[in-house]
């Protein structure tokens, strides 16, 4: 007899859409507004994530919006994606700005170092990274 091979099995379907990504906050605007962390970080999951008190989540807010202008525009993604790879896992994500390096030791030092890397992560989140 003849080697009849298997049947072709039908191809998989692709799924109806793409995974749902988080979207970024800078939005249709293009910028977000200097006080956007330090507002963000008075909700009560950052405490969940943080066990840091409101005022000191705020504080971090605070220090981030610092080192941008009045807006803080997508062109400045870089800058806070470079902030959380120090936070998360000590490195640059670019080569360091004096003013992410100076944020970024000071958050390490007045928290630690595994909440810096807690901090660092939920930054990136943010970005929707």
Same mark, same amino acid.
């Given at each position: 007899?003849?080697?009849?091979?298997?049947?072709?099995?039908?191809?998989?379907?692709?799924?109806?859409?793409?995974?749902?990504?988080?979207?970024?906050?800078?939005?249709?605007?293009?910028?977000?507004?200097?006080?956007?962390?330090?507002?963000?970080?008075?909700?009560?999951?950052?405490?969940?994530?943080?066990? &840091?008190?409101? @005022?000191?989540?705020? !504080?971090?807010?605070?220090? +981030? *919006?610092?080192?941008?202008? /009045? =807006?803080? $525009? #997508?062109?400045?993604?870089?800058?806070?994606?470079?902030?959380?790879?120090?936070?998360?896992?000590?490195?640059?994500?670019?080569?360091?700005?004096?003013?992410?390096?100076?944020?970024?030791?000071? &958050?390490?030092? @007045?928290?630690?170092? !595994?909440?810096?890397?807690? +901090? *660092?992560?939920?930054?990136? /989140? =943010?970005? $929707? #990274?």
């Amino acid at each position: 007899m003849q080697n009849i091979p298997p049947p072709i099995q039908p191809r998989p379907k692709a799924p109806e859409r793409p995974p749902e990504r988080k979207p970024s906050p800078f939005n249709s605007k293009g910028y977000i507004e200097r006080n956007f962390f330090e507002k963000e970080f008075r909700q009560d999951k950052y405490y969940e994530k943080w066990r &840091i008190s409101q @005022k000191e989540r705020e !504080e971090i807010g605070r220090t +981030i *919006g610092q080192l941008f202008g /009045e =807006l803080i $525009g #997508k062109s400045e993604e870089t800058k806070i994606l470079s902030l959380a790879e120090r936070l998360q896992k000590g490195e640059y994500y670019l080569p360091p700005d004096e003013k992410i390096k100076k944020a970024a030791d000071e &958050i390490i030092k @007045k928290y630690g170092r !595994e909440k810096a890397q807690v +901090i *660092g992560k939920t930054l990136k /989140e =943010l970005l $929707g #990274k």
